[in-house]
């Protein structure tokens, strides 16, 4: 049984526009000594801009590529097809695209008039066995392939949420020892968001599986010292880690209705703060309760 007080902090909660599903969640997050984050719409804002569109020769322009990039993402939900769509202006109605696979963690993939199209990052190109420049760009690399030819790439680039630094000291404030990030992106985006934003730990290149499979990692190293592990996601595609760790967070704006209904905890107004809010409210009302 679970003290009466603990439901006068979910009360306090909902009035911070924390939604917590029952109050053992409150008290699973007086013991939470570690937060892992997703990086996309969590820590960053998720409105990726369009800053690079590079063809690969002099045969393709940029307005080409970046249509024939949109016409592949235009069925797409992922926060990096919708900018590809908003960069391209022009009318993709006349554009027959069909056969669309999405891989997460990858790309997309089509046939675009008669062509097979392959839009995504390394892995996806890797997958499809076409060779792509290795030279660095100041974003999130997407790359087009036709016909397994590599023909350009668009960089993308998203901006941290403008309190998420200021969440991952207060959340160390508050008790948590170890911080994560959990990301699909690459490395190299994801090095500069950790140390922007002061995260003790990077996990880049995961596949929602292996987002899963950290998560299980931490839990099992936390268990046995009684410590207890929480995961903040937007939940395109994290809806099974959200699932497996002790107290799942989702974004309640941004984030999938799969996400909201796998998760112990929803934040109504996105602000990674909420949660170290949370955590103080927990504190505070076992302290009543005590
Ligand atoms: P995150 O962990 O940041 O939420 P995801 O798992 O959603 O990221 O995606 C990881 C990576 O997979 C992205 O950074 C991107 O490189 C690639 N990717 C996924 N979906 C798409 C898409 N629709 N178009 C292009 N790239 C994609
Ligand atoms: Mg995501």
């Given at each position: 049984?679970?003290?009466?007080?603990?439901?006068?902090?979910?009360?306090?909660?909902?009035?911070?526009?924390?939604?917590?599903?029952?109050?053992?969640?409150?008290?699973?997050?007086?013991?939470?000594?570690?937060?892992?984050?997703?990086?996309?719409?969590?820590?960053?804002?998720?409105?990726?801009?369009?800053?690079?569109?590079?063809?690969?020769?002099?045969?393709?322009?940029?307005?080409?590529?970046?249509?024939?990039?949109?016409?592949?993402?235009?069925?797409?939900?992922?926060?990096?097809?919708?900018?590809?769509?908003?960069?391209?202006?022009?009318?993709?109605?006349?554009?027959?695209?069909?056969?669309?696979?999405?891989?997460?963690?990858?790309?997309?993939?089509?046939?675009?008039?008669?062509?097979?199209?392959?839009?995504?990052?390394?892995?996806?190109?890797?997958?499809?066995?076409?060779?792509?420049?290795?030279?660095?760009?100041?974003?999130?690399?997407?790359?087009?392939?036709?016909?397994?030819?590599?023909?350009?790439?668009?960089?993308?680039?998203?901006?941290?949420?403008?309190?998420?630094?200021?969440?991952?000291?207060?959340?160390?404030q508050e008790g948590v020892t170890q911080t994560v990030l959990l990301t699909g992106d690459n490395r190299v985006i994801a090095g500069t968001i950790g140390q922007q934003l002061g995260l003790d730990r990077v996990e880049a290149e995961l596949l929602p599986e292996q987002k899963v499979a950290v998560m299980a990692d931490l839990t099992e190293q936390a268990h046995p010292q009684h410590q207890k592990v929480a995961f903040v996601g937007d939940g395109i595609n994290d809806t099974p880690v959200l699932a497996r760790a002790d107290v799942g967070i989702a974004m309640g704006g941004l984030g999938s209705d799969a996400a909201i209904e796998a998760a112990d905890i929803v934040i109504m107004d996105d602000q990674p703060s909420k949660l170290a809010q949370a955590i103080t409210i927990a504190h505070h009302t076992k302290r009543i309760v005590w």
């Open positions: 049984s679970v003290p009466l007080s603990f439901f006068g902090g979910i009360g306090a909660a909902s009035r911070h526009g924390i939604l917590i599903k029952g109050s053992n969640f409150l008290e699973a997050l007086t013991a939470v000594k570690t937060v892992a984050f997703d990086k996309t719409g969590t820590l960053t804002r998720g409105q990726f801009t369009v800053n690079g569109v590079e063809p690969a020769t002099a045969a393709m322009s940029g307005t080409d590529l970046l249509k024939l990039a949109a016409a592949v993402e235009q069925q797409s939900t992922h926060p990096i097809a919708r900018s590809i769509v908003t960069a391209y202006e022009g009318d993709l109605s006349q554009v027959a695209v069909s056969d669309l696979t999405e891989k997460a963690g990858h790309g997309v993939t089509a046939t675009v008039d008669g062509q097979t199209v392959v839009v995504g990052n390394a892995k996806a190109m890797a997958a499809h066995q076409i060779t792509v420049p290795d030279t660095e760009t100041l974003g999130t690399t997407v790359n087009v392939a036709v016909n397994s030819q590599y023909v350009g790439r668009i960089t993308v680039a998203d901006q941290p949420k403008p309190d998420a630094a200021k969440a991952i000291q207060t959340l160390k």
